[in-house]
């Protein structure tokens, strides 16, 4: 596999998954490249997104393709804003609305605890039955105010104790080391080393 195409327009995701994908010799491209419309994500889990993403922009560019449906959790929310994450504020997708409001949400309360999770669906073909899929998580606690000018979405407010830093603060190799995307396409590597080639 030389080429697969990255089901979103997200330009951090595709940042973080070329820079993990270019040791293997692969390119990421994205599904804009293509014209490839973003898909629908009706599902309630993020397992059930990304392979509806995946399959979409492999229909749509006969190329083998990578999707990524990821999110932050947060306890005492009881998993919001989880699958809804990119959107939790509404249309227009906007990293600050999501912010401010779940800064709302989550005034005066003790419990802070949070996780991001992520799942990787990687579909060698539109119609292939059995999905590479790859699941991380980072646990952390969500901060009152923003810290940090490096990553994206939740990123500022997203407080990693044993680091003493928000994922906005910590150095781009570092977060791709620790970051629930980067435990998740470590297994899918694993998963894709194991493959018959």
Same mark, same amino acid.
């Given at each position: 596999?030389?080429?697969?195409?990255?089901?979103?327009?997200?330009?951090?995701?595709?940042?973080?998954?070329?820079?993990?994908?270019?040791?293997?010799? #692969?390119?990421? @491209?994205?599904?804009?490249?293509?014209?490839?419309?973003?898909?629908?994500?009706? $599902?309630?889990?993020?397992?059930?997104?990304? #392979?509806?993403?995946?399959?979409?922009?492999?229909?749509?560019?006969?190329?083998?393709?990578?999707?990524?449906?990821?999110?932050?959790?947060?306890?005492?929310?009881?998993?919001?804003?989880?699958?809804?994450?990119?959107?939790?504020?509404?249309?227009?997708?906007?990293?600050?609305?999501?912010?401010?409001?779940?800064?709302?949400?989550?005034?005066?309360?003790?419990?802070?605890?949070?996780?991001?999770?992520?799942?990787?669906? @990687? @579909?060698?073909?539109?119609?292939?039955?059995?999905?590479?899929?790859?699941?991380?998580?980072? $646990?952390?606690? #969500?901060?009152?105010?923003?810290?940090?000018?490096?990553?994206?979405?939740?990123?500022?407010?997203?407080?990693?104790?044993?680091?003493?830093?928000?994922?906005?603060? #910590?150095?781009?190799?570092?977060?791709?080391?620790?970051? $629930?995307?980067?435990?998740?396409?470590?297994?899918?590597?694993?998963?894709?080393?194991?493959?018959?080639?």
């Amino acid at each position: 596999m030389k080429q697969l195409v990255l089901a979103s327009g997200n330009a951090g995701k595709l940042k973080e998954l070329s820079a993990l994908l270019a040791p293997l010799g #692969i390119e990421v @491209l994205p599904q804009s490249a293509f014209n490839v419309s973003e898909a629908e994500e009706p $599902h309630p889990s993020f397992v059930e997104n990304a #392979i509806a993403k995946a399959r979409h922009a492999a229909r749509a560019t006969g190329l083998p393709a990578l999707a990524d449906d990821s999110g932050l959790c947060v306890e005492v929310l009881g998993g919001a804003p989880g699958v809804l994450s990119a959107r939790f504020a509404g249309e227009p997708k906007s990293d600050q609305r999501n912010n401010t409001l779940l800064l709302e949400k989550l005034a005066g309360q003790a419990d802070r605890r949070a996780r991001f999770y992520c799942v990787l669906a @990687l @579909l060698r073909h539109a119609e292939d039955p059995q999905p590479l899929i790859a699941c991380g998580e980072w $646990h952390g606690e #969500i901060l009152d105010a923003p810290r940090g000018a490096a990553g994206f979405g939740y990123d500022p407010l997203f407080f990693v104790p044993e680091l003493e830093q928000t994922a906005a603060e #910590i150095p781009a190799e570092l977060k791709n080391m620790l970051s $629930h995307r980067g435990n998740a396409f470590r297994q899918l590597l694993d998963r894709l080393r194991a493959e018959p080639t």
